[in-house]
């Protein structure tokens, strides 16, 4: 039998996970000696039409499918969250068992080990009943999973859940170690703001600790990033792979070996390319590229508010903009004159952009963005200075770093209108740019260093590509 270690790779159905998850996959099967299967749902797989050219790329990367449950039709949208974890539990979980005792059962190459997504829990049990090794991958930020690690004590000391009407949401959280006099109510993860026998609330808490039954843990960050956070994280787990900035770490261990990005292959949305011609024909650092990620849903008002903020700033702004981020668009109204004119004269919007690459071009000189771990490790890694406007999961907590801690950012949660947005993006992009420039310089010679031979995501990938090996 072929002794080659077999990894089993389950993301949660989501861009957000699938992404920097085949960025891993495709890290292990570039040693050449590592079998990876890729495992997404029959939906995604079904849109995730650029994806078999990997397996050009990596012959020894595979892809299958598994239901996630639902009929064809249903939106799987952020609305329906609820639906789909539910029906993961109910359908899924039962496929994968069966898929996995097939692969010991009848597979010439049985797999040796599975690295489940931190929310995808199920895998983790049917993996150790089975006798499978198991390591979790959160696609978080350490600073926000320690946070969510602490929900417990937070609950126990009454100060969960936040945002009554005539609460003060920039007191200060304790119970958060690390964070104190860090971090106000507001700043905790979105779902501390939805009661507590919530569902969705009750989904995060098992899960979270239920990744502690896992062999390991992977994360998608660095360790001069988040040290203080890392070593509070570190008794939970018998270890941690920080192995981020991984798109970077790909670029520095693949080289030349992919595309500048995988996000051609790994985007469930085809991205409109003609952005990156407009951006050649602006000036140097003159374009603030916008992007709320690939769940963030908003309503018209927001919307117009955001617009009105982006054409009044008088900047240059390139919007990538879901069709499907509207929450209540239905009845269009006609586009104000002044939003028009405003972004015939300088502005661009997409349904969906090529973001590593506009994020890298010369002519980008500030992210408006949601604060999604992706997009903030991508802005690190550019080295582009942020103006954050979180919606929901980490990316709360994930801005109040990206502000108060690494200082390469702005944060103006909760108060999105457009004179914030026009200020906010004047101050980014010229008056208050000099001291965010230099810790963002700063920072992502850090993230440029980890990546590179000796640093330490790159040992750290050794060590996990080593005990992955050790069948
Ligand atoms: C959410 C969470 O906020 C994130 O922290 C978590 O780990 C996954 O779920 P999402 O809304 O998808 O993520 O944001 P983000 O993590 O930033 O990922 C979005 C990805 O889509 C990024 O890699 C980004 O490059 C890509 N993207 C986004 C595009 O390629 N084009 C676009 O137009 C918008």
Redesign the pocket.
Known sequence: MDQQPHVLILP?P????I??MVGLAALLCHTGRIHVTFLNTDHNHSRLTHLQALSTLFPTLHFKSISDGLPTDHPRTLQFFPELISSIKSVTKPLFRELLADSSRKSERPVTCVIADGIMSFAIDVAKELGVRVIAF????AC?LWSYFCLPNLIQEGQLPVGAADEDMDMMVAGVPGMEGLLRRRDLPRICRIQLNDPLFQFFLVETQAMTRASALIL?TFDDLEASILSHLAPLFSKIYTIGPL?ALMRSRIGDGVPR?L?TFS?L?E?DNSCMAWLDSQPLGSVVYV??????IMTRGFFMELWHGLVNSGKRFLW?I?RDTLSDAKGEQAIPVELQEGTKERGLL???????E??AHPSTGGFL????????L?SIVAGVPMICWP?????QI?SRWVSEVWRIGLDIKDTCDRSTVETMIRTLMKDGREEIMMSMDRIAKLARDCVGQGGSSYHNLDMLIEDIGKI
């Not at 989501?14 to 996970?17: I, K, N």
């Not at 959160?138 to 930020?141: I, L, P, V």
């Not at 963005?369 to 903030?376: E, P």
């Open positions: 949660f989501a861009q957000g996970h992404k920097p959160r696609t978080f930020s926000c998608n798109n990005s996000s985007n949305w991205a992007s709320f990620g690939s769940l963030a990538a879901r997409v349904d969906w952009a090529p973001q590593e506009v994020l963005t949601h604060s999604g771990w992706n997009s903030t991508e919606q929901i999961g980490d990316q994930n």
